[in-house]
């Protein structure tokens, strides 16, 4: 089931050069790709999901180029794969049938910033820290903070619904979009949404589009909410022998009634991986807490000071408390590096993204080492503890291994569906977790989803292969 | 287009009987209403919108009741419109073809309150307030706060998606629910969302589900995200000369940084009503706001003084601080009371619900005010500034004042479109705002939420009437 390919069946030669012809039509040449060399940049994401090199790649830059590719597209009846900043974890970009890869990273502009309204309207193309950094200087704050920062695109963070550690403070990307052009399959522009802070005119079709992985519609410009950026900001960091000693001081700073913003877990295995990077972390730590806590600088010195005595109760081994920026920045470097820190220590992994109700972490836990055990598989879990949203990396070499990693991922879902959890917190589903969607949900409801995507793509040409065991247009 | 009810047809004598029949050998007889004189009860809700005696009213205390319910309007082949407190605003509870009205106050137990997840189970029946006091009683807090609170059921709030004052700060129902039971028309029952803070798997069912006005499902157990209760509030009234002066405050607190969590704006009519009603303010107030700041008791007093300088800047008569809770308390039931001491000066109102643009009220309210002037008809406004939502009462007595009243409510919408803004923020489009929803809305984007309804509802049986001019299976 590992890393299978959802059988989309490839398009046809002639429909292949019909939508050659026909974007190279209406987009001009220099906005097509189709040089296998060139497309072939495109058949992957940051997953190990494994696509087929697609037969055009459009190099869009504004919202009439996504409505003219998805036109030509439905016209020529060839599949089309959205993708923004191509950071995805499970594939929500790969074009798993080939056809068309509609690259949205050229519509990249950030179109307005109404500091009145608390408001942002951005191309989808736009990269997330472009946005941080132009309205954190004037004193306002879009949370949503995935790891990929740097790289990763607002479209693509829109349509998986990205999350990160600040997410269990402030909540999920969904909890920012206001509204949105969406484009659908066919090239038809839909305004969706709203531009107030409230509204609830008809049913809500734009939390509907927000992480639904590209397969109901592409976006175009995206209105958002800003809050108010928080003043100060304390970072702490804890060192405790195991986990259910970090996790238990998760559940006394819930109790002491602090609301970190972020609570960034690490077990003993990452802590080794950091430690192979270079990292001198003290030997008898077997897992850390990264933690951060914001308000009002006064609020900050409340807030650390229950965190500290929560790291006490839980028999923390050491608490450190980052005295200026620049110590902060340091803290949080390890934890972006983690994942690279990750890839030197194995040739292939594979990041699950689960949530469990948060007092549950350690025993999920130790029910994937029992089953990493049996079925000779490394594995390392870190993730944000607040909201239980666990990533649970499993390494491997050589495909001997596979058959294992197959096994104890299929062992994590049902220990994390049994523990009352969900399959993805933040990656989404796309092409690798699909196989795993009945575990948690129902026939009914599998079967209900299936026909709100028929109703938006009845052709089943926009990014298929995802989400759905079998495909979207097939029986359960 | 005022008060006009939708064509809805009734169903056959035949139907009806067979209804109930099956309610009642379903149900048993006492949960089941006939009476004419029973059923009339549950023909009206707050609004001023008409139904019809409905022909069966069932009074469900499980969600088996619902299934049953809902199973029998199925097979009966008649209407079938979800109650819960009857404090809707525009009509969403009114059975306007007849049939069944399906009552779920009797499902009101809060089931759990997990407090190590922050997490709270309730029947769709519970009355908001008696959420409120269990969770605040442990230091948690439940935001969404309608006007009207101790008899809104959670249901309800869920279907309407409420606000309220605090959802400036908080956020609405919406940013609360994490799953649920949906019921839906035949009885099927379906498992929604999650009971994680995170989950992004699959499509954001619950989502489309809340806000939807009881069209698409009815709600068993609901699933709520719960915060931590601030540890202080501190409440302010400003007195202005005029509107420009009060929304110029808001504006001045926005640019001070100022997240109040409340600010409810009153204009000069709706101070006349309150002096009317007994209470004694300024006779040169021609606006007012009733500000409330949270969090810690020094993030409150800092706020509380920046409040207090934009008031300054923005001209205010005077500044009052609540000094106490029995002060507090005494501020905010002026608040509550505030629809009912209107509805004392008329026979007849209509409180519309529309948002623009924060820093629009001000235009928006002297367009009314010469559209008010054009067609004689009396109005006052007020509402939650810092969100825009304003809540623009329409005052007649006679009949004779109906076209006028219908005149200025089709130039409110018109103007609020025009601003940028939206047809409701909190009480949803209902039977009365229906045929205003092609002001703001696409055909095509109507059309895609006709499909949407019809893929849940395809009988068109599941509270009919609401939302879409002309019916949800009639074309635009």
Redo the contacts between chains.
Sequence with gaps: MLLSRPDVPRPSVAARDKARRLLEASLGPSKVLVERDACERFVRDESEAEGVIPDAVVLASSTDDIQKALGAAREAEVPITPRAGGTGRTGGAVPVGGGIVLAISGTNQLKDV?????IAVVEPGLILKSLHDAVERE?WFYPPDPNSLSSCCLGGNVA??A?GPR??KY??T??YVLGMTALLIGG?R???G????????????T??L???EGT?AVFGDITLKL??KPESVTTLLALFPDVRASTRCV?EM?SA?V?ARCIEFFDGSTLNAMRAAGNPIDARAGSLLLIEVD??A??CE?AAERVGMACEAAQALEVLVAQDAGQRERLWAARREMSHAVRKLTRRKLSEDV?????CIATLLERVAASCEKHRVRSLTYG?A????LHVNFLWDTDDEMPGVDLAIGDLFREVVAL??????????GVL?APY?PL???P???A??K??KR?FDPSGLLNPGK?FPGGAHQAC
Tied chains: 1, 2.
């Excluded at 109404?114 to 608390?118: I, K, P, T, Y």
């Excluded at 009352?420 to 589903?429: F, N, P, R, V």
């Design positions: 109404d500091l009145r309204e608390g004193g998986e619904n999350g997410a269990f909540g999920v969904r909890d038809q839909l305004q969706v709203r531009r107030t802070l409230k509204g609830v005119t008809g049913y809500d079709v939390a509907l927000v992480g639904s109901l809050i108010r559940a819930t009634g609301t308000g009002s006064r609020d409340v949530v469990v109700p948060r007092q944000h607040g909201d239980g949203n009352g959890g969900t399959l993805s917190g933040e990656h989404g589903i977790k969607l948690e949900q129902s009914e409801l599998i209900l989803q026909d709100l109703l989400i």
